[in-house]
């Protein structure tokens, strides 16, 4: 009895050491440990608040990502997307419209889009990945016509967006806290969650158990489409004015984010609280490399080794369970 117990105290030990989160949570412990040993600025809490108002539109991103990757799908026209939103919104506003108006208007852009990708890669049964690159580019055409290629000024209409609640915390990285339990419950708590887990693990056994493939593709796309049109206007408050190109990439971040928490391309796994952990990791990764003086170009060569290392891992993972 003794050592059937033994044997499943470790079990349970193994299951948490290759658990995910616990090694990126104790990478991040360690990182910033470091980091704050090296640099004492980068452990005091007005740098840990702009970490997570950095991360605020990443980690929205990764949201959708994730709930999308999970179901066996993916979304290579966010970073455009939330461009298209951001500028629907900055134009409405700038026409003199009041600022909440110009806000729904941006969301509701990027969810139709959302709503467009859901329609095609359900119904034409085409990969997501290829048919959403094309998307991408229908977006980043939409926003070069509104926009005429030009920036477009904010003029600081959008600036509650930054006020600070609480006295430290601003609406922005509330705002992300918020879509990322709502996250949580929807893919954990609730019978949609369960059916997009299970059309990412085996979508030719969900079809056969009855569940109706195309709706939760639809529905999915639709879901991340308002996440990122939700995200789009927060990129827009916080850059204070927006481009057709300044979202380009962000949609490999996300992904990026995604895999580092666990999320794999093959569908089926991964957990909402470990690519929020991914989107934190890379956010705190981005800021030490600042705080520490690393010039631009390094961080781009050590950000392509992030996106390496992330795909080994996440592959790595797979081979062995």
């Known amino acids: 009895m003794s050592n059937q117990k033994n044997k499943m105290s470790k079990q349970k030990v193994l299951t948490i050491v290759k658990d995910q989160r616990i090694i990126l949570l104790l990478v991040i412990i360690v990182l910033m440990t470091i980091v704050g040993i090296i640099n004492p600025k980068f452990l005091k809490l007005g740098n840990i608040t702009a970490i997570l108002q950095q991360i605020s539109v990443l980690g929205i991103l990764t949201m959708a990502m994730a709930m999308l990757l999970i179901g066996g799908g993916i979304d290579l026209s966010m970073g455009y997307n939330m461009t298209l939103g951001g500028i629907v919104s900055g134009s409405i506003i700038m026409s003199g419209a009041p600022p909440i108006l110009g806000v729904l208007a941006g969301i509701a852009a990027s969810t139709v889009c959302g709503l467009a990708n859901g329609i095609i890669v359900a119904k034409s049964k085409a990969m997501p990945l290829v048919v959403t690159i094309g998307t991408g580019q229908i977006f980043f055409g939409i926003s070069l016509l509104i926009s005429g290629g030009a920036f477009i000024n904010f003029q600081h209409r959008l600036n509650f967006l930054r006020e600070r609640i609480f006295g430290f915390l601003p609406l922005m990285v509330i705002v992300m806290i918020v879509i990322v339990l709502l996250m949580f419950v929807l893919l954990n708590k609730t019978k949609f969650g369960r059916r997009i887990v299970a059309i990412g693990g085996n979508e030719q056994n969900a079809f056969l158990s009855g569940i109706k493939v195309d709706s939760y593709k639809v529905i999915s796309y639709t879901i991340a489409g308002f996440i990122v049109g939700i995200a789009g206007v927060i990129f827009a408050a916080r850059l204070n004015a927006i481009t057709a190109l300044a979202g380009s990439g962000y949609e490999t971040d996300a992904m990026v984010a995604a895999v580092i928490g ?26 030490a490399l600042d705080i520490l003086g690393v010039d631009a ?3 781009i060569v050590i950000s392509g080794a992030i996106i390496v290392s992330a795909v080994v891992v996440s592959s790595t993972g797979r081979r062995r369970t």
């Open 297 to 299: 170009y390094t961080k």
């Open 262 to 287: 666990g999320v794999t391309f093959e569908g089926g796994r991964g957990t909402v609280s470990g690519a929020f952990l991914g989107a934190l990791l890379t956010g705190i990764i981005s800021n």
